[in-house]
Every structure is written in structure tokens, then in C-alpha cells.
């Protein structure tokens, strides 16, 4: 039995590729114009939004995943590299609810009370004044 445990980073993928206008030649008659671009703007709305997608590898599905890092390099029209790290972020609920005085125990409701104000308070010096103690590098070189 293990007495420890294992605290367990989240998944994370790396997507690499390369989107071009250029028609591919088996399809013919395909017209890819403007798909760099779309890519370009779709890779680049998700990064800035930020919302979780689903990321599916054909090998795995990563649920909740969110771009962590996107680098886009455009070196010629037409065409685009990127690479993409994405990192599974875990989703959770909030829930607010009305508590009624009654419902509370009396040590709660007692802590709940008004805080006393103690006003202003004098204080006293903790040690010697500096002026008192002189400097530490001055006393040692013959202050």
C-alpha cells in the first residue's frame, strides 16, 4: 500500500502543422482560397478567448483542453506553419445560496457579531532608539 499520493499535472498536447491556399492537385477543381487565413483567425480566436475545446488525435480525445501557447509565423502569403500547445483545464461549479440567521449555530451567529473598536492605541518602542544603538559599520571601523 502506498502511504503518499500523487498529485498529477494536466494533459497536455502539442499540435504542429502547415495550412496552404494552394489547391491540392488530386482533388482537381478544389479552390482552397482564403483557408490560410480561416485558420489563421480560427487558431487565433481560440487562443484569445481562452474557452476549453475538445482536442480528438484519432488516437485519444482530450476533453477541456485550453491553448496555452500558439505561435503562427507567417512567412510567405498563402501559406502558414504553426504549433499549438494545449493543456487540459478542469472545469468546476459555483453555487450561492441565502443562509438565514435561525439556520446558523449559536457560536456562529455569536462570531457573526458587531467588531468592537478598540480605537486608537499607544505604542511603545521595542528596543533602543537607532540613534542609541549607533551603526554597526561605523562601530566596527573605529566610529
Not at 11 to 36: H, K, M, Q
Amino acid at each position: 500500500m502506498v502511504s503518499d499520493h500523487v498529485i498529477r499535472n494536466p494533459e497536455r498536447v502539442t499540435i504542429e502543422g502547415f495550412v496552404t491556399d494552394a489547391p491540392p492537385v488530386v482533388l482537381g477543381g478544389f479552390s482552397g482560397r482564403g483557408v490560410t487565413q480561416d485558420a489563421f483567425d480560427k487558431l487565433d480566436e481560440l487562443w484569445r478567448e481562452g474557452d476549453p475545446f475538445d482536442i480528438d488525435t484519432g488516437y485519444k480525445r482530450y476533453p477541456d483542453m485550453v491553448i496555452s501557447s500558439l505561435e503562427m509565423p507567417r512567412e510567405r502569403d498563402g501559406s502558414m506553419q504553426f504549433r499549438v500547445e494545449a493543456r487540459h483545464v478542469d472545469i468546476v461549479a459555483s453555487e450561492t445560496r441565502e443562509v438565514s440567521a435561525d439556520s446558523l449555530s449559536d457560536d456562529v451567529s455569536d462570531a457573526a457579531q458587531s467588531v468592537n473598536d478598540a480605537g486608537r492605541q499607544t505604542t511603545s518602542p521595542s528596543g533602543p532608539r537607532t540613534e542609541d544603538r549607533g551603526s554597526v559599520l561605523f562601530n566596527l571601523f573605529g566610529g
